[in-house]
């Protein structure tokens, strides 16, 4: 692992394959560390010719974590929003966007694949909107555009995905018992729930980092992100919406409006995939994300 200075913070990052090849930048999702892009995942992609870069986002694993600033309050936000007010949260989507340009540069990285999911895809969509001349190809994974009328996470999946779990310090197996419930729960049921895999991959990020704070903060900077159609219409690059047709957190339509609002983007349903990268479709997703970079159609 190596830290990076970038936009004025510290990004914790690895890369795998050689340094002289097509970069292709990987952003994770909400709350989560780098290392959910699996290592053999990486080392695949690498294996095809590029040089794959994976970073933990601010607020989350390894880089800065902003635990100065308050906890947002989620009440006065939404009332905020309500109003047409811009509420003020301690960064937005924006900021994250201008990080992983930072990472970039202190790379010595002219351009770059982007690659983001969840999201790391409205990441990845800011990057190739605003940033058009540091991005090759977008790959936008179970992410969405902002779109206030598209469908929410199912009622049960929020209230999962908002239940504060025990401290792992204190208690690591009721943690992990909240933790794996969800999972299990946005997982999707064209493959088993792998649950040792699950839990050895939480247990990696507790020993990286814990901090549930850092998630809030994320979570606030993507309730005030808006709507990015008007942006998207924009991008230029060469682009793959994927998204699985069982994701209860992010519905499918979203990654369908995702796909309508970007011109020439190119659509990839994964049949029985949930809000999550099971291993089992690792080498289809390859393929498709080295088919945009290279121009060609998806298989």
Known sequence: MNIAKANGIELAWDSFGHADTEPVLLISGLGTQMIRWSAPLCKALAARGYRV?????????????????????FGALATALMAGRRPDVPYRLDDM??????????????????????????????????????VLSLTSIMSSTGNPALPQAEPDVMAMMMRPAPDPVIDREGFLAVRLAFARRIAGMGYPFDEEAHRAILLDEIR?????????RQIAAMAVAGDRRARLANVTVPTLVIHGTDDPLIP?????????????????????????????????????ICSVMTGRSCP
């Open 53 to 73: 870069i994976r970073f933990d986002n601010r607020d989350a694993g390894r880089s800065t974590h902003f635990s100065a600033s308050a906890a947002p309050d």
């Open 97 to 134: 966007a201008a990080d992983a340009i930072g990472l970039l540069d202190a790379l010595g990285i002219a351009r770059a694949h982007v690659v983001g999911r969840s999201m790391g895809g409205m990441i990845a969509q800011v990057l190739a909107s605003d940033h058009a001349d540091r």
């Open 208 to 216: 990286r980092c814990y901090d549930p704070g850092g998630t809030l």
């Open 252 to 288: 499918p339509l979203c990654g369908q409006d995702t796909v309508r609002s970007i011109p020439n983007a190119v659509y990839l349903p994964i049949d029985g995939m949930g809000h999550d990268l099971p291993r089992e479709f690792e080498g289809r997703i390859i393929d498709a």
